[in-house]
């Protein structure tokens, strides 16, 4: 039973931080990676930042580096993003996926900025 689950989200002001969590259970073997996406009101998902399991290598968008961290506890099996100075354009979905030889979604939890 292939679990994906987000926590954290919710609303943040502008300028504000906010931590999201995301563990992945049920599987066989470690992920190899972990990521977090985002979707924003009329635009497309977009890789927001991903880290790998062996190395702990991490991408980020542009949007977002200096801004945002992503890290893990390959313990737990959880990947976290920090997001600092948030604004209005950080509002949206965000969801996670762990890859294997495929790749497996969480729900999506929204994350809204707003005064």
């Known amino acids: 039973q292939v679990q994906v689950v987000e926590s954290g989200g919710g609303l943040v002001q502008p300028g504000g931080s906010l931590t999201l969590s995301c563990t992945a259970s049920g599987f066989p073997v470690r992920p190899y990676a972990m990521n977090w996406y985002r979707q924003a009101p009329g635009k497309e998902r977009e890789l927001v930042a991903s880290?790998?399991?062996?190395?702990?290598?991490?991408n980020y968008a542009d949007s977002v580096k200096g801004r945002f961290t992503i890290s893990r506890d390959n313990g737990k099996n959880t990947v976290y993003l920090q997001m600092n100075s948030l604004n209005a354009d950080d509002t949206g979905v965000y969801y996670c996926?762990?890859?294997?030889?495929?790749?497996?979604w969480g729900q999506g939890i929204q994350v809204t900025v707003s005064s």
């Open positions: 880290i790998t399991s062996i190395r702990g290598t991490t």
């Open positions: 996926s762990a890859r294997t030889t495929n790749e497996y």
